[in-house]
């Protein structure tokens, strides 16, 4: 059931976007991991062809050592070194408090996950010691803005919420400013942090310091032990899509 979902969060990046009929299957699909990542000439990797946005995508042709071949959604074709270019996301099943990584299709690793206080209900607002049913883990399509290696929590990956959905909510919901919406969804254009001292709330992360047994402590994040996060550390990147489920 997942293994189309990559695609949308993929191409949600460029709405614009035409693929066209011969379009592979999402275990072909790629984005790139920085901005400028180059694609070169099929016939010499010192010319450089065209760069990519980050979170661009790109179809894999063939290839998946130093450098790949790669198709852009125009059309154009030229290559690609491999670390510049990721397939990985992540799924966060609140329902099973279990966190799923995957490449394209293919699930290679599951862990349990410790949630927010209120884990069932989705995010509305900013929670407090005097609210602490508002420490709730967001539901929605998110994408890693930030690598923390310094975290009070061992390590973390900062999330964009709110996003470009939390803030049409919080604007119709009187919740923020037409300001703070129009710098949300500026910050989401481009994969940068977005404003976190909103009365949305903010700085939602998936990090370290997770108990392991599916507990529900934190104020929103979602935890997970130590030597997991350590594992995943070069794995996700900043843009790395991040799927929050019920």
């Given at each position: 059931m997942h293994r189309v979902v990559?695609?949308?969060?993929?191409?949600a990046a460029l709405p614009l976007q035409v693929w066209g009929q011969d379009a592979p299957d999402d275990s072909e699909l790629f984005y790139a991991v920085r901005s400028e990542a180059m694609i070169y000439q099929l016939s010499d990797t010192t010319r450089p062809y065209v760069a990519l946005k980050l979170r661009e995508p790109v179809f894999r042709v063939e290839g998946d050592s130093a450098w790949m071949?790669?198709?852009?959604?125009?059309?154009?074709?030229?290559?690609?070194?491999?670390?510049?270019?990721?397939?990985?996301?992540?799924?966060?099943?609140?329902?099973?408090?279990?966190?799923?990584?995957?490449r394209g299709g293919e699930l290679v690793q599951r862990m349990p996950a410790d949630l927010g206080y209120n884990f069932f209900a989705d995010k509305i607002k900013r929670g407090?010691?005097?609210?602490?049913?508002?420490?709730?883990?967001?539901n929605g399509v998110f994408h890693v803005v930030m690598?923390?290696?310094?975290?009070?929590y061992h390590r973390a990956f900062v999330l964009n919420y709110p996003n470009r959905e939390?803030?049409?909510?919080?604007?119709?919901?009187?919740?923020i400013t037409t300001q703070q919406?129009?710098?949300?969804?500026?910050?989401?254009?481009?994969?940068?942090?977005?404003?976190?001292n909103t009365p949305l709330g903010g700085w939602i992360e998936i990090h370290g310091d997770g108990t392991g047994r599916r507990a529900?402590?934190?104020?929103?994040?979602?935890?997970?032990?130590?030597?997991?996060?350590?594992?995943?550390?070069?794995?996700?990147?900043?843009?790395?899509?991040?799927?929050?489920?019920?």
């Open positions: 990559l695609i949308p969060l993929i191409l071949t790669v198709r852009t959604g125009d059309g154009a074709r030229g290559l690609m070194r491999t670390s510049d270019v990721s397939n990985v996301w992540i799924r966060i099943s609140k329902k099973s408090q279990t966190l799923y990584v995957y407090a010691p005097d609210e602490p049913d508002h420490w709730r883990t967001p690598k923390n290696a310094n975290s009070q939390d803030a049409e909510r919080g604007l119709r919901d009187s919740l919406y129009r710098d949300i969804l500026a910050a989401d254009r481009v994969f940068r942090m977005p404003p976190m529900n402590w934190t104020q929103g994040c979602v935890a997970i032990e130590n030597h997991i996060i350590d594992r995943l550390w070069e794995l996700v990147h900043v843009g790395t899509p991040v799927v929050i489920e019920p």
